[in-house]
């Protein structure tokens, strides 16, 4: 005959595992259904802005008397 202590101890156990069993995660990987862009208006801005500097730049360092 099995002892009461240990078949409660064996059935706590049990339900235990069988509730972290319950519990496991899910994990999907699916394909976008829209293509991934990528917007590159940033950088060409700071380029265009970049080269406007410059050229004001070159254009105080030539008539440096007006200012």
């Known amino acids: 005959m099995v002892k009461p202590r240990i078949l409660i101890s064996l059935l706590i156990v049990l ?3 069988a509730s972290l069993a319950a519990c496991s995660p899910k994990v999907q990987v699916t394909m976008p259904n829209e ?18 500097d410059k050229e004001i730049d070159t ?4 008539n440096s008397d007006l200012f």
């Open 59 to 62: 254009l105080f360092d030539e």
């Open 35 to 52: 293509p991934i862009t990528i917007n590159m208006n940033v950088k060409i801005r700071h380029e265009i802005l970049v080269k406007v």
């Open 15 to 17: 339900g235990c595992s």
